[in-house]
């Protein structure tokens, strides 16, 4: 059984996505508050995160950016704000995905299932060492080594730069990497794999600022550096 943490104050809509939930045969942890969701995910252990963004006393960027510290599980954001601004914000914090307020239920299953899929597909190879430059990543307890530093990814982060490692020389369209990871239709003007990519880089060079890891070939795509 997956279990999910639920973080949302407001009850009604809390309720309504625990029995949907545990009617789908998940198990189900409920929080009123940030504070309180931050206190079960260090305490307990969880395969997913739905995140509502106005939380009393600490907000959901809030929470995001603190459990990005200790954990790459995947965290579904709900939440009423639909800026653009704030979804790219909230992805680049560390996000997996985003779901705008009034939202269907079936929408909000559907997510959590393709999000978990995401995490844990090509599960035959999880003993899998892949070895890239200085990059060392161990396909089953999900570290990542570069440079001798143990960088966290998210999970949707770590999917990305797993897909690349795998195939060296393959030059990816965005088309082609958006569907093999989000496993939905690609359209042009969807940011969230920029977003992501963006993110990884900034991770990468973080951890070696000496080294180019991930090239944009103009008009085709994305690959590892030669």
């Known amino acids: ?14 309720g309504l996505l625990c029995k ?34 106005m939380l009393p006393y600490k907000s959901g960027d809030t929470i995001l950016h603190e459990l990005r510290k ?3 599980i995947p965290v579904i954001v709900i939440s009423a704000k639909d800026l653009i601004q704030t979804k790219i914000d909230l992805l680049r914090l560390g996000a ?27 599960k035959s190879e999880a003993n899998q060492i892949i070895v890239y430059k200085d990059i060392m990543m161990d396909v089953q ?16 982060e770590f999917k990305i730069m797993e897909l690349l490692l795998s195939h060296p020389q393959k030059v990816f369209s965005k088309a082609n990497l958006f569907e093999s990871i989000w496993e939905e239709e690609y359209t042009v003007d969807d940011n969230t ?12 060079k973080e951890a070696n600022s000496d080294m180019e890891y991930i ?12």
């Not at 997996?96 to 090509?122: G, M, Q, S």
């Not at 307890?141 to 949707?156: E, H, L, R």
């Not at 090239?215 to 030669?226: D, I, M, P, S």
Request: cysteine-free.
């Open 215 to 226: 090239e944009t070939l103009w008009g085709l795509g994305y690959r590892l550096v030669k």
């Open 141 to 156: 307890s999900k570290q990542v080594i570069i440079n001798g530093k143990d960088v966290m990814f998210t999970a949707t």
């Open 20 to 53: 949907t939930l545990q009617n789908n045969g998940y198990g189900i942890v409920s929080a009123l508050t940030g504070i309180e969701g931050l206190e079960h995910l260090k305490k307990e252990r969880f395969d997913m995160v739905l995140l509502d963004l």
């Open 96 to 122: 997996d995905d985003y779901i705008t307020k009034p939202f269907d239920i079936d929408e909000v299953i559907a997510r959590i299932e393709a999000n978990l899929r995401r995490r844990h597909f090509n």
């Open 193 to 204: 794999l920029n977003v992501h990519i963006s993110r990884l880089r900034h991770k990468l």
């Open 70 to 72: 200790f954990t790459d």
């Open 1 to 14: 059984m997956k279990n999910i943490l639920i973080i949302e104050d407001d009850k009604e809509i809390n």
